[in-house]
C-alpha cells in the first residue's frame, strides 16, 4: 500500500487528513499536560485531561466503528438491508442497557476506577476482533467472532460509559465553581473523539479495507486504555472503590469480572436473536414504567404529579431515538447509495453530527439565557415538543429535497447537511434537558431507578429504529429509494404531529413539575453533572423552565 502523492488527492483524503491533522494537535496538547510538573493545567486538575483523552479514544473507536457497522453487515456479511437494520438497532440498545449492570457493580463493590478499566478491556478486545473479516457472507464460522465482538463491545461500554464521566466529578469539591468547565471540556472530549472516530475509521475502512476501519477503532481504543492506566496517579482517589461496613460480607472481585464476561455471553446470544430482545424490552419495559407509577401513588400530591412529568417525558424518548437512529442505519445507507457525494466514503457523513454539537452547543446554551433573563424560555416539556417537530421536519426536509431534484437522479448533498442539522439541533432541545429534568424531579429514593428508566426507553428507541430501518426494504428486505422516503415522510408527519400535541400539552405538564416548590438543593446541579456526564441544560434549574 503505497502513499498517494498530495497531487491526486480527492475530497476524502483531505477530509480524513484534516481529522488527522486536529488529531495530532490535540495529542501534541496532551502531550504538554502529560509533561509538565505542576498538579493542574489551565486551571483544572491533570486528572481531568487524561479523563478527556481516555473518553475521547473510546468515542473514537465506538462511533468509527458504528459509522461502518450497517455497511459491514450489508456487503461483507451479506444480511439483507432490512434485517442489517434490526440487527444495528438491537445492538445500539443493548449498548444503551448494559451501563444499569456496570454502574451498579461500581457504585456497590468495584468503584467506578476499576469498572472503567474493566470496560476498556473489554472494548479493546471486542473492537480488534472485529478486524476479524473472514471471507464474508453468513455462511462464514468467522461470523461468530463478529457477533462475539459486538457482545464485547456492548458489555465494555456498559462498564465505562456509566462510570467515566462520575469520577470527572469525583476530581473537586462539591461547591468547586469550577466543575461547570470541567464537564465543558470533557463533553468536547467526547464529541472529538466521534468526529474524529467518524472520518479516520470510515475513510479507512471504506478505501482501504474493512480491518484498516475496525482495526483503526481498535487501536484507539487501546491507546485509551494506555492513557488511563498511565495516569491512575492523576486521579487523587477518585473513582475507588466504596468504603463497606466491617460487617458486610466481603465481595470477591474476579466473580465481578465473571459477571461482565457471563453478561458478554449472553449479549452474544441476543444480537443473534433480536425477536428476543424485543419481548424482554416490552416486558421489562412495562414492568419498570409501571413500578414507577405504582410507587407515585404512595407519594403526596406534589411528587406524585412530579412523578407522572417524568413518565410523560420518559415516554417521548424512544419516539425521538427511533427516528434520531435512523443515521447510524437507513440514513447511512441512503447517503451510500442515493446521494451525490462525491468521492467521499458515506460513513465519513457520521461525523457531521458531532461536529454540530461541538459548534451549536455554545449558542444554544446561550440562547436558553437568554431567553430565560426576560422570561421567555420554553419550559422542559415545552423543548420536547420543539424537539419532535425538528426530528419530524428533517425527515421531511430530507423527503422534498429528493422529490424535488427527481426520483430517478441523486439527491444533493445538501439535504443530507440540512437532515443532520435539524436532528442536532433537535438534540439539543432534549438530550441534556431529559437529563437534567429527570435528575432535577425524581424523589431521593428513587433517583437512580428513574434515571435507568430514561436509558431503558432510550435502548427501546434505538431498537425500534433498527425496525423503521427494516420497514425503509418493504418486503424483500432490500431498501429502496421510494420504499425509504414514504417511511420517512410518515413518521416525519406523525412525529410533527406528535410534538404539536406535546407543545398543546406542556403548560399542563409544567405545572405537574411544581417548580416554584423545589427545595433549593445547592448539591442538585452536581448531581445533574454527575450523572449525565455532559453539562446541564441552561434553563433546566428551578424557577427557569
Request: proline share 4%; charged share 15%.
Amino acid at each position: 500500500m503505497g502513499f498517494k502523492p498530495v497531487g491526486t488527492w480527492q475530497e476524502a483524503d483531505w477530509i480524513a487528513a484534516i481529522a488527522a491533522i486536529v488529531l495530532l494537535v490535540f495529542l501534541a496538547v496532551g502531550g504538554k499536560v502529560a509533561a509538565q510538573k505542576e498538579p493542574e493545567f489551565a486551571g483544572h486538575p491533570k486528572g481531568l485531561y487524561m479523563l478527556f483523552f481516555a473518553e475521547m479514544w473510546e468515542r473514537f473507536s465506538y462511533y468509527g466503528m458504528r459509522a461502518l457497522l450497517i455497511f459491514y453487515l450489508t456487503k461483507h456479511w451479506l444480511f439483507g438491508d432490512g434485517e442489517s437494520n434490526v440487527i444495528y438497532g438491537a445492538y445500539t440498545a443493548l449498548v444503551y442497557i448494559t451501563p444499569m449492570l456496570g454502574g451498579y457493580l461500581a457504585d456497590r463493590y468495584l468503584g467506578q476506577r476499576k469498572a472503567v478499566l474493566f470496560g476498556a478491556i473489554l472494548l479493546t478486545a471486542g473492537h480488534f476482533l472485529m478486524a476479524a473479516e473472514g471471507t464474508g457472507g453468513q455462511n462464514d464460522p468467522t461470523i461468530n467472532i463478529f457477533w462475539a465482538a459486538l457482545a464485547f463491545i456492548i458489555v465494555g461500554s456498559g462498564f465505562l460509559k456509566a462510570n467515566i464521566s462520575v469520577m470527572v466529578g469525583q476530581l473537586y469539591n462539591l461547591t468547586d465553581p469550577r466543575r461547570d468547565g470541567a464537564y465543558t471540556i470533557f463533553y468536547m472530549g467526547i464529541n472529538l473523539g466521534a468526529a474524529v472516530g467518524t472520518i479516520l475509521a470510515g475513510y479507512l475502512g471504506e478505501t482501504l479495507g474493512w480491518a484498516y476501519g475496525f482495526g483503526a477503532a481498535g487501536f484507539g481504543m487501546l491507546l485509551g486504555l494506555i492513557v488511563f492506566v498511565l495516569g491512575k496517579g492523576l486521579l487523587n482517589g477518585a473513582g475507588e472503590r466504596p468504603v463497606r461496613s466491617a460487617d458486610a460480607r466481603p465481595v470477591n472481585e474476579w466473580l465481578l469480572y465473571a459477571i461482565g464476561l457471563v453478561a458478554v455471553g449472553v449479549c452474544w446470544l441476543l444480537i443473534q436473536y433480536t425477536d428476543v430482545i424485543q419481548t424482554l424490552l416490552i416486558i421489562s419495559g412495562v414492568g419498570l414504567l409501571g413500578y414507577v407509577l405504582w410507587q407515585a401513588t404512595k407519594l403526596e400530591k406534589e411528587p406524585r404529579e412530579r412523578i407522572y412529568a417524568i413518565l410523560f417525558l420518559i415516554s417521548l424518548n424512544p419516539i425521538f431515538w427511533a427516528l434520531f437512529e435512523q443515521a447510524g442505519g437507513s440514513m447511512n445507507l441512503f447517503t451510500d447509495r442515493f446521494v451525490d457525494r462525491g468521492d467521499v466514503p458515506a460513513s465519513i457523513f457520521q461525523s457531521i453530527n458531532p461536529i454540530y454539537i461541538i459548534i451549536l452547543a455554545p449558542l444554544f446554551a446561550g440562547l436558553w439565557v437568554k431567553l430565560g433573563r426576560i422570561g421567555k424560555e420554553p419550559s422542559a416539556p415545552a423543548k420536547f415538543g420543539i424537539a419532535l417537530l425538528q426530528m419530524g421536519l428533517a425527515n421531511l426536509a430530507l423527503v422534498w429535497g429528493a422529490q424535488a431534484f427527481g426520483m430517478a437522479v441523486m439527491t444533493p448533498v445538501i439535504f443530507v447537511f440540512l437532515y443532520y442539522l435539524l436532528a442536532t439541533t433537535a438534540e439539543l432541545c432534549l438530550s441534556p434537558v431529559g437529563l437534567s429534568a429527570m435528575n432535577r424531579l425524581a424523589p431521593k429514593f428513587m433517583a437512580s431507578l428513574i434515571m435507568g428508566a430514561w436509558f431503558y426507553m432510550s435502548a427501546v428507541g434505538n431498537f425500534l429504529a433498527g425496525k423503521i430501518g427494516e420497514a425503509t426494504g418493504g418486503h424483500d428486505g432490500e431498501m429502496t429509494k421510494e420504499g425509504l422516503l414514504d417511511i420517512y415522510s410518515l413518521f416525519g408527519w406523525i412525529t410533527i404531529g406528535i410534538g404539536v400535541g406535546v407543545l398543546a400539552l406542556s403548560p399542563i405538564v409544567r405545572r405537574w413539575m411544581h417548580l416554584d416548590s423545589l427545595r433549593d438543593d445547592t448539591d442538585a446541579r452536581i448531581r445533574d453533572l454527575d450523572a449525565t456526564g455532559e453539562p446541564i441544560a441552561p434553563g433546566t434549574q428551578p424557577g427557569k423552565a
